[in-house]
């Protein structure tokens, strides 16, 4: 015990002597959650739009109005033929165009039928989905409201009506933030606990220090721990400013308990930490460690379900979110704060993250060659 106590002295010593760490530690979850989720958001507003009007009636300027309402669309040009407006697209001045042909009052109201035609610019293919999406959604709205005008209501209404309402379960004003920025604070504790961990070992080696290490009576277990201890520690204290950068700034405070998100980012730390242990004790250089945590944390990271649902990947990519451990620490961060979930229902998530933490580490200590 006393030998572990000397461990665990030496490295927070080691620790707060570096000036660049403390910094980072403080300034950097920070930055990254007052940023990230302002960035990665996947609610499009501001499409730039362009509109050919061969019309000019009543209605035309209606359905204008309508979508440049919609808070979706900048109207950028009016232009008075197709090929000037696909020019705009060309120049990157534009990212949809909405002709509307000559005789639009007038198809409508005689025909009870026109045509419109929508072109984007689909170099984003995300992009160009979600403008024709929201850009189908309003016509079709503006065809209702059309249809609703024509129809003379009587007085009595003998039949019945269903009036529909609907609500928004977890995230009732449906912010994305609410939705992201758990996930950026999962992946935040991630980031601290994998890389650090990762340079440890191999600092020990590039600086001799290992050498002294290694002819000492300590365990190789006691070792472990005394690397593994320090960086849970910082862990769950940037755990802990984010949850209060996400209350200040955001205003997201979790729907369930506290006791168990710090009980399940324990264990999932201990988890990353060892995996972070044991990529150290296969590097030789820190850049050896850097490019391999590196490698790594893409992939954590864009099979993680921060950006993309998992549920629209591809099978193959299903599969290997079930051996990554940052997956189930974003969903049972968004668990907790948007639904409030119990410890009942991470159950199976507890019990996944602590097989990671036992193979991790146990297979850090065995790879972990000690010389006495």
């Known amino acids: 015990m006393r030998t572990l106590l000397f461990l665990l002295r030496k490295e927070f010593l080691q620790i707060f002597r570096d000036k660049l760490i403390i910094r980072m530690i403080f300034i950097m979850p920070v930055m990254q959650l007052l940023i990230l989720p302002n960035a990665a958001n996947f609610e499009m507003k501001n499409i730039l739009l362009s509109i050919v009007d061969h019309d000019h009636s009543e209605y035309s300027k209606k ?8 808070g979706y669309f900048k109207l950028v040009n009016s232009s008075q033929s197709y090929d000037e407006a696909l020019k705009q697209i060309e120049q990157d001045k534009a990212d949809l165009i909405i002709e509307i042909p000559a005789n639009f009052e007038v198809d409508i109201i005689k025909e009870n039928q026109s045509n419109l035609m929508i072109s984007a610019n689909a170099i984003n293919g995300q992009t160009a989905g979600l403008a024709i999406s929201y850009s189908n959604s309003i016509i079709r709205e503006f065809n209702s409201l059309i249809r609703t005008d024509w129809i003379v209501q009587p007085r009595l209404n003998p039949l019945p009506t269903i009036e529909i309402t609907s609500s928004n379960w977890f995230n009732p004003k449906m912010n994305y933030k609410f939705f992201i920025v758990p996930g950026v604070l999962g992946l935040l504790v991630t980031l601290v606990g994998f890389i650090l961990t990762a340079l440890n070992i191999v600092k020990e080696k590039e600086s001799g220090t290992i050498e002294q290490l ?18 849970w520690v910082i862990g769950m204290f940037v755990m802990t400013i984010g949850f209060v950068v996400s209350f200040i700034f955001y205003g997201i ?4 308990s506290f006791i168990v998100g710090y009980l399940f980012a324990g264990v999932y730390l201990i988890a990353i930490l060892g995996f972070g242990l044991l990529t150290s004790t296969f590097a030789e250089t820190q850049q050896q460690a850097m490019f391999i945590a590196y490698f790594f944390m893409m992939i954590f990271v864009l099979l993680g379900g921060l950006f993309s649902p998992i549920e629209n990947m591809p099978d193959w990519a299903k599969v290997l979110t079930y051996i990554n451990p940052v997956s189930y620490l974003i969903e049972v961060m968004r668990m907790l704060v948007l639904k409030g979930s119990s410890f009942w229902d991470l159950r199976f998530h507890f019990l996944i993250v602590l097989g990671f933490a036992i193979f991790f580490n146990s297979l850090a200590i065995f790879k972990y060659k000690k010389t006495v």
């Open 63 to 70: 359905l204008i109005d309508k979508i440049t309402a919609s």
């Open 214 to 231: 290694n002819v000492t009576p300590i365990k190789k277990y006691q070792f472990i721990l005394g690397k593994l201890i320090p960086f």
């Open 253 to 256: 405070f979790p729907e369930g």
